[in-house]
């Protein structure tokens, strides 16, 4: 029997990925949002199911959470359920198409393009040609550099002898080039969100018709894409990417959701995305009170949760000796991200001010950081386990709690 000997391995020995619908029904953990926000029945995914359900011509929305509290399986679990009442669902991964330290508004509505007619051709839906030929016309008319016309004749090769279904495989084709270009290709990016930015309406009037005769083939059920990995942009590309298009991004006439970076709802602008954007967060499953006791039944959910992920994998048994050792390489992650100027911040917070945060600055950097954390939902917050252990270690907590 082998055993992990390093955090590589122990990684290995489970399954981090978020799960997927094949996954579901033997390894997702039911009945954990009592231990995220202490209620049952306060469920802000069951919440965002709900506003995809509604017939309101705008349901946007941003999903915010720690990286890692299981936003990605939630939401996954939630687009097998919408699939099951007859929805069309189409999860884009920012991460996977996009420079994530580069992104614009205007490469999310490529990538919303994509996706509705990813959506149509799964429906088989009837678009009207003269509205494809607008999509394809406006990516490829009017450019200056090569790599955009020989769009043009990629799109014109897939579609101009099989119909609206041959041209709308080719404008498919032209958006694969288009992602790849949008990713890797510095001059042509340029081009293609300056087409977007100097005519929004336009586009936006396209994706409409499109997402319409979608909802016409899905007997008035209307699209949902759902945006990954946006939580992890930093606080400068988030903002530019929502703030000053937060009307743009939540207008759309289908359910729109946008992972979310939690820390920035502890800035003074997130009050203007709340007056575009339904807003919910996933909360941290409760491990401690905020008095500080051992939470037991989310400590069991949590190992659950851990016991399941490794059954997902035939891979090296993890003694406790690992373990410990992978906590003390994680501990010092942690422990880099913080200097001597914020302990008293963060000593404050485990001292008991949990609830009644005032420098909000340091507590949004100290989020973006994961070095304090939110949970429940109620806005109250606790320094990482492993740097709390660190302080206890550098002989700095005394009787802090007594």
């Known amino acids: 029997m082998k055993y992990a000997n390093r955090v590589s391995e122990i990684l290995n020995a489970f399954s981090l990925a978020p799960l997927k619908k094949e996954d579901m029904e033997e390894f997702y953990c039911k009945n954990t949002m009592e231990y995220r926000t ?20 705008s349901s946007a929305c941003l999903l915010l959470g720690h990286r890692g509290c299981g936003k990605s399986t939630e939401l996954n679990k939630m687009a097998g359920r919408l699939a099951a009442c007859g929805y069309h669902v189409k999860t884009v991964h920012c991460s996977m198409d996009l420079d994530l330290l580069s992104i614009v ?18 429906l088989e839906c009837e678009i009207d040609r003269n509205t494809l030929e607008k999509i394809r ?3 490829t008319e009017g450019t200056e ?20 279904k041959g041209i709308l495989a080719g404008v498919l084709d032209m958006f694969a080039k288009i992602k ?24 936006i009037g396209m994706l409409r018709r499109v997402a ?3 909802e016409q083939k899905a007997d008035g059920k209307r699209p949902i894409i759902i945006f ?7 606080p400068e590309s988030a903002w530019k990417v929502f703030y000053h298009y937060a009307a743009m991004l939540s207008g759309m006439p289908f359910p729109v959701i946008y992972t979310f970076p939690i820390a920035l709802s502890y800035d003074i602008r997130f009050s203007a995305m709340e007056s575009y954007f339904v807003t919910k967060t996933l909360p941290m499953i409760k491990i401690e009170t905020i008095e500080g006791e051992p939470f037991s039944e989310g400590i069991a959910v949590i190992r659950e949760i851990v016991q399941k992920r490794a059954e997902r994998r035939d891979s090296a048994v993890i003694s406790m000796e690992d373990a410990q050792r992978a906590l003390e390489e994680a501990k010092t992650s942690l422990t880099r991200r913080i200097e001597e100027k914020h302990y008293p911040f963060l000593l404050n917070i485990y001292q008991g001010n949990k609830e009644r945060i005032a420098d909000k600055e340091m507590l949004l950097h100290m989020l973006q950081a994961s070095v304090v954390l939110e949970y429940n939902g109620k806005r109250w917050h606790n320094v990482h386990p492993l740097v709390v252990k660190f302080f ?3 002989g700095m907590l005394g009787n802090a709690r007594e």
């Open 228 to 234: 990954e990995d946006l939580d992890k942009l930093d």
């Open 392 to 394: 206890e270690e550098q």
């Open 212 to 214: 319409e005769s979608i």
């Open 38 to 57: 202490s209620d049952k029945y306060n469920s802000p995914i069951e919440d965002i199911f709900d506003l995809c359900r509604m017939e309101e011509e």
């Open 137 to 139: 016309n406006f990516w």
């Open 180 to 203: 790849t270009e949008l990713k890797l290709n510095e001059e042509t990016r340029k081009e293609y969100r300056r087409k977007i930015s100097t005519r929004t309406s336009e586009w």
């Open 145 to 164: 550099t090569v790599m955009i016309q020989e769009l043009d004749a990629l799109s014109m090769e897939g579609g101009m002898s099989v119909g609206t």
């Open 105 to 122: 508004y205007s490469d999310l509505f490529i990538l919303m393009g994509e996706a509705l007619l990813q959506i149509a051709k799964e």
